[in-house]
């Protein structure tokens, strides 16, 4: 079996001969195995050259790859190659089969010659070859001659894609002043042509706009600069035009090209320069501290960090200026630091120095990278308000000095050159209670209402000072005027004190440790004196021994006290002090008697007071036993009147047994449990019902009483039938119950005996006697009283008396 390649190669092939092996181009000699002998047989190329005769073990196929051009643009189907099978002796028997990829969309073969042939234009870039598989079989049986082989179909490229730049267009920087070659950036295309074969891929790079500023490297694509000392400041931004073109750059070669925008980045190359040499400003005296005097901007040609400035005062300034720089603007901010007086200086001379802050070493040849000017600040005078000679007068006042004595004066005088009379005043707001008066002429300050240190003793006034001829010109003074204290005040008790005595106290025990307290506040400090008024020292229960540290002990004179005897005894104790004048109160000791263990601890004390010269006498104690046996007789009445009234109205033994009513502790349901349900509603359905009335608790009110309603909108149960009956019967006690307000929250289970329109008896109980035409007549009930009432509505006509 033997198989050619297309024509094209195989004229090619004789001069390849030459140099490479014959397996990819031309014609190849097969050894079949058609026949059953086993021998091999040699096939020898009929072409001229140097072929060699193969020899080969016995197979039906052997493959190489076949080679077709992409991009064909006949009109006829593309021939690719020949296969042919020794097997096939050209009688038709055999049937060449291809299958694999494209076997069927893109590549075909005459089942009769093995004829390859592409139908459609191929495209190295979207699949570079195919693998497909060749059989021969029975044409009439299907049945394989030669074992299935593959082969690859190769498509070969030709330049027909253009380099492309995938990562453009290029944005790039570089540092203004550069030296000559420095690299920008570096660009790359690539090329969808195979690489491999000839230079269809083969890039070359050149610049077609940017010259003479910048270049690029041919083979590496590396942009770079092309001049030296390129400035920021003439030109920041240039736009290069860069072309990538294959076949090495040769004729007929394809190209793409791509922009690099190149930003010239700023160094600091500018020194700072000001505008002007001399500046002026006119600011007013009465200016507050801390304001913005002027502003002042030195420019530099840089930008960001490389046109930040710093500022200095160097002359005439210091001390009462101060220069900030702004970090928006990069403006010098003059700032006032102490306060002006035209009528002391009205002008100031400051010399500004601008540095750059960022200053760099490369440039530093290039010059001084700062500069001055001149500022001058005139002051310009106003009329000022007055000022006090002191801003905070401080006096002192006894807190017993009469009313309109002096306690000092305050001083203020007009800044100004017009120097003007001054009055004074009290801002009120500071002196609520007007204690204080000012001298409006002469700012002597006075008292105006006796003071007292202990409710204040410091007190902050604002005096006021105006013009007499601007009385909008005010100025403020502050005065502290402190209260001296004096001995005005009686010593009293520390604390409340409670003491307790037990009655197993022995002579000589202290009971109680007292100490004393004084609004008052001596320089010296307090000194108090306790001792027992003379009218009770030789009293034979307490005495009173003073410690000398401003506290006293008070001590049992004897033991044996018995609360039955007296529970409380009140001990008087006087209390000096040791001011001049010195000033004492009595202040009184409770003293209760309890019954305490044997540690000491009370257990109860007595209630009733006693004083200690006398007690309770025998008729006052009896008086009081009376009261509270007056109040217990009367407590017992009322309860006893209460439990009256909750006795039922029918006692037991007078109820009527047929009305079958029981009473139950607990809740219950049923037939028996009469006071949570109705029993006539149940055993009549025509009864005219309360529909808002409860049935599953015992209702507040009678559940019978007549209605104003017509017997029209009731359902009349008896003239239904039996299927009916129960139906509406149930229906009816429902909606009762879901339009009930007052319902509980939860499902209640309700109960009904109904017996229905077939019984003949139709309801035993003598309950349903109320709606029926019963001959007795139990109208006589309502005027038994209100002991019959409940009676009186269950079988009266409804009108009672008592309703």
Not at 248 to 256: C, E, H, N, P
Not at 280 to 286: D, K
Not at 406 to 424: E, K
Not at 777 to 783: G, K, W
Request: glycine share 6%; charged share 25%; net charge negative.
């Amino acid at each position: 079996m033997r198989w050619c390649g297309s024509g094209s190669v195989w004229r090619a092939g004789a001069l390849l001969a030459l140099l490479l092996p014959l397996w990819e181009l031309g014609c190849w000699g097969l050894i079949s195995a058609s026949g059953a002998s086993g021998t091999q047989n040699q096939v020898q190329h009929t072409a001229g050259g140097p072929w060699e005769l193969l020899r080969r073990h016995k197979r039906s196929w052997v493959w190489n790859q076949f080679f077709v051009l992409e991009e064909y643009t006949g009109e006829e189907p593309l021939y690719v190659g020949k296969l042919h099978s020794d097997v096939d002796k050209g009688d038709g028997k055999v049937k060449y089969v291809l299958s694999g990829e494209g076997s069927t969309s893109i590549f075909t073969i005459d089942e009769n010659t093995g004829d390859i042939h592409a139908t459609k234009r191929l495209d190295r870039e979207e699949q570079a070859y195919y693998t497909l598989q060749a059989q021969a079989v029975d044409r009439l049986t299907n049945i394989p001659v030669e074992p299935r082989s593959e082969f690859v179909v190769k498509v070969q490229d030709i330049n027909d894609n253009e380099p492309k730049f995938l990562d453009g267009p290029y944005m790039a920087g570089v540092p203004e002043m550069s030296a000559l070659g420095t690299t920008v950036v570096q660009v790359a295309a690539t090329d969808a042509d195979d690489p491999t074969y000839g230079n269809s891929a083969r890039v070359v790079y050149s610049i077609i706009s940017g010259q003479p500023y910048f270049s690029v490297d041919p083979k590496t694509g590396v942009v770079r600069t092309a001049l030296p000392n390129m400035d920021r400041e003439v030109k920041d931004q240039y736009v290069l035009v860069i072309q990538a073109k294959d076949m090495v750059g040769q004729m007929g070669g394809l190209s793409g090209t791509t922009s690099v925008t190149v930003t010239l980045t700023d160094v600091n190359d500018n020194p700072p320069r000001f505008s002007r040499k001399n500046y002026q400003y006119m600011v007013l005296e009465s200016l507050p501290v801390a304001s913005v005097v002027a502003r002042v901007k030195a420019l530099d040609n840089d930008i960001g960090p490389n046109a930040e400035m710093e500022y200095r005062i160097m002359e005439d300034g210091p001390g009462v200026f101060n220069i900030t720089t702004d970090e928006d603007t990069q403006e010098g901010v003059i700032i006032l630091q102490k306060p002006l007086d035209f009528e002391t200086k009205n002008s100031f001379n400051l010399r500004i120095e601008a540095t750059n802050r960022n200053i760099d070493p490369a440039f530093v040849h290039l010059g001084s990278f700062s500069d001055t000017t001149s500022v001058k600040v005139t002051v310009e005078d106003v009329n000022e308000p007055p000022v006090f000679s002191t801003q905070l007068g401080k006096m002192v006042v006894s807190e017993d000095a009469r009313v309109g004595i002096s306690i000092g004066r305050v001083s203020a005088h007009d800044p100004d050159s017009s120097n003007s009379a001054i009055r004074y005043s009290i801002d009120r707001n500071t002196d609520l209670e007007r204690f204080f008066n000012v001298d409006a002429l002469s700012g002597v300050i006075s008292t105006a209402k006796p003071l007292d240190r202990e409710v204040n003793s410091v007190h902050n006034l604002t005096i006021l000072a105006m013009e007499s001829h601007d009385p909008t010109q005010v100025g403020k003074g502050f005065a502290v005027i402190t209260v001296l204290d004096i001995n005005d005040n009686p010593p009293v008790f520390a604390i409340e004190y409670e003491t307790l005595l037990c009655e197993n106290a022995a002579p000589g025990q202290v009971i109680q440790t007292i100490s004393a307290v004084d609004k008052d506040e001596p320089p010296s400090g307090h000194r108090f004196y306790f001792a027992l008024p003379p009218s009770v020292a030789g009293n034979s229960n307490f005495t009173l021994r003073d410690n000398k540290d401003n506290t006293a002990s008070i001590v049992t004179k004897r033991g044996g006290f018995r609360r039955r005897e007296q529970v409380l005894y009140r001990l008087p104790v006087l209390i000096v002090d040791s001011g001049s004048p010195a000033l004492s109160s009595t202040n009184t000791l409770s003293v209760s008697v309890c019954d305490c263990d044997s540690d000491g601890v009370a257990q109860s004390c007595g209630a009733v007071a006693y004083t200690l010269p006398a007690g309770l006498s025998t008729g006052a104690l009896v008086a009081i036993l009376g009261c509270i046996i007056t109040l217990l007789v009367m407590v017992l009445l009322i309860v006893s009147m209460r439990r009256r009234k909750k006795e039922p109205l029918i006692l037991e033994e007078e109820r009527d047994v047929r009305e079958n009513i029981v009473r139950y502790d607990d809740e219950g349901g049923g037939e028996e449990d009469t006071e949570a349900f109705d029993m006539v509603a149940l055993r009549n359905l025509n009864v005219i019902r309360d529909p808002k009335v409860r049935r599953d608790v015992t209702p507040d009110t009678p559940t019978f009483f007549p209605y104003p309603r017509s017997s029209s909108s009731l359902p009349v149960y008896k003239t239904l039938p039996d299927n009916v009956v129960f139906r509406e019967f149930i229906w009816d006690r429902l909606k009762d119950a879901d339009v009930d307000p007052t319902a509980p929250p939860y499902d209640s289970l309700q109960t009904y005996a109904f017996e229905g329109n077939g019984s003949v008896a139709e309801s035993l109980s003598s309950l349903e006697s109320l709606s029926t035409d019963s001959e007795q007549n139990y109208d006589y009930l309502s005027n038994w009283g209100p002991r019959f009432k409940k009676l009186a509505d269950l079988y009266g006509d409804g009108k009672s008396v008592f309703s």
